[in-house]
């Protein structure tokens, strides 16, 4: 590409306005200052510009000016289709798989050592998966300057829409688009780890409460155990939320919309009653004494009060939303369940066969060695950026029974190689 021409910005991302050229001149490194929130005004291809960087091997894409600088074969049109405390999320074309993509940026991502391991968690958890409704990874773009990485740009498959949308619209949905929706769910809680944070759009949220420490609108689908602060939890976290967002796809809107964690509490118990003392064997006695101290509440019947919902899909909700994760319905059971019988097909489930490393878990990391990580990572999609010795090495040292002398005075050449004013 001519670094002061113009590139066609060619056809339009499917399921958003494009189309447009952007004019591509040579950039020079932007600052990360220069970040700024993005307008909420309507957005097309044609005001958005596109400058090369790094000798034309990126490309810096202006978004109202949040920079946006990626390898040079995510060609325009780009155009920004979300944003968040996360960062931005903009479509564009891999002009080498001719595949439109939803690319994020988290900007400064490594400033909150928390949240780069989510980063980090969230990249190893979605290669490691291969599940047709699982979003996939396409690319991990590795950063221009290994020493100045400080942006992580993460290359996803683009959807058309999402759950969050779906269930915001007026289309009217029947028992098979529901028991489709709520059914891949189960194929992540069924592997080898906790999700711990289910809800119906894929975008992290990092704002937090002051009464514990969890995510402020992922709080609505957070089961008992982690409102309770629970640290001994299972997969049956999962099952939870799984069966909130059933609620929510079915009735169309959010089944516990709590403000806080204490309103939180007092709308699932509301719902589903006030436990029992059997119930609270699995809690701390710090959060049973809280618990018993709480108004006493009538279990509602949900064929009542959700009227337009089938019955074996209330039976359903019902095993799902168990207070007590003991008795909660297993991931194999609720896919067992009359309700998703025509869906249940053992032969053909994918099955995660290798087990998912958390090795990296397991350590307090630092920033740079999460930098290398996710460096990795962004190598493992783009191989060829792996920086080659060019120069063979050489055993011949290791050929001999060597001496002491002889390597004192091997040494002692490699400490000169450093310091040559010492030859003599």
């Not at 040079?72 to 049109?77: D, F, R, T, V």
């Not at 074309?93 to 928390?114: G, Q, R």
């Not at 709308?267 to 009653?273: A, F, V």
Request: aromatic content about 10%.
């Amino acid at each position: 590409m001519d670094g002061g021409g113009a590139v066609d910005g060619g056809g339009g991302v499917p399921g958003h306005p494009g189309g447009g050229d952007a004019v591509m001149t040579e950039a020079q490194p932007e600052s990360q200052n220069s970040m700024m929130p993005m307008s909420a005004t309507a957005t097309t291809t044609e005001n958005i510009s596109a400058t090369l960087s790094h000798g034309g091997r990126f490309i810096q894409y202006n978004i109202f000016g949040n920079i946006f600088e990626v390898t040079a074969k995510y060609k325009p049109p780009i155009l920004p289709i979300g944003k968040g405390a996360y960062g931005i999320v903009c479509s564009a074309l891999n002009s080498e798989t001719n595949e439109h993509v939803a690319l994020k940026k988290i900007a400064n991502a490594f400033d909150n050592k928390i949240d780069a391991k989510r980063t980090l968690r969230e990249i190893k958890l979605l290669r490691h998966m291969e599940h047709e409704n699982v979003v996939a990874i396409r690319d991990i773009i590795p950063p221009p300057q290994r020493e100045a990485f400080n942006d992580v740009y993460i290359a996803y498959e683009l959807m058309d829409t999402d759950l969050h949308q779906i269930i915001r619209s007026n289309q009217a949905l029947s028992e098979e688009h529901c028991q489709n929706a709520v059914e891949p769910y189960a194929f992540p809680c069924d592997v080898t780890w906790q999700c711990d944070d289910l809800y119906p759009v894929p975008a992290r949220v990092t704002s937090e409460t002051d009464f514990m420490t969890e995510y402020v609108v992922t709080r609505w689908y957070r089961a008992p155990e982690l409102l309770l602060n629970s640290s001994d939890y299972t997969a049956a976290i999962d099952v939870w939320s799984v069966g909130c967002i059933f609620m929510e796809l079915m009735d169309r809107k959010p089944l516990f919309p709590g403000r806080d964690h204490v309103h939180q509490l007092r709308l699932l118990m509301e719902l589903i009653g006030t436990p029992t003392e059997a119930d609270l064997g699995f809690l701390n006695e710090n959060a049973k004494r809280y618990i018993r101290q709480l108004p006493l509440y009538r279990r509602q019947s949900l064929t009542e009060k959700f009227p337009h919902v089938h019955p074996a899909a209330i039976d359903l909700v019902e095993k799902m939303l168990t207070f007590d994760p003991r008795q909660r319905i297993t991931v194999e059971n609720a896919l067992a369940h009359p309700y998703l019988t025509s869906l249940h097909d053992i032969s053909d489930e994918p099955v995660c066969m290798t087990p998912f490393s958390f090795d990296f878990e397991q350590h307090a990391l630092t920033e740079e060695q999460m930098k290398e990580l996710i460096y990795r990572e962004a190598l493992a999609f783009n191989p060829d950026d792996e920086p080659v010795c060019m120069t063979p090495f050489s055993f011949d040292f290791e050929q001999h029974a060597l001496t002491e002398e002889q390597m004192k005075e091997l040494i002692y050449r490699e400490a000169l190689a450093f310091n040559p004013e010492y030859q003599h």
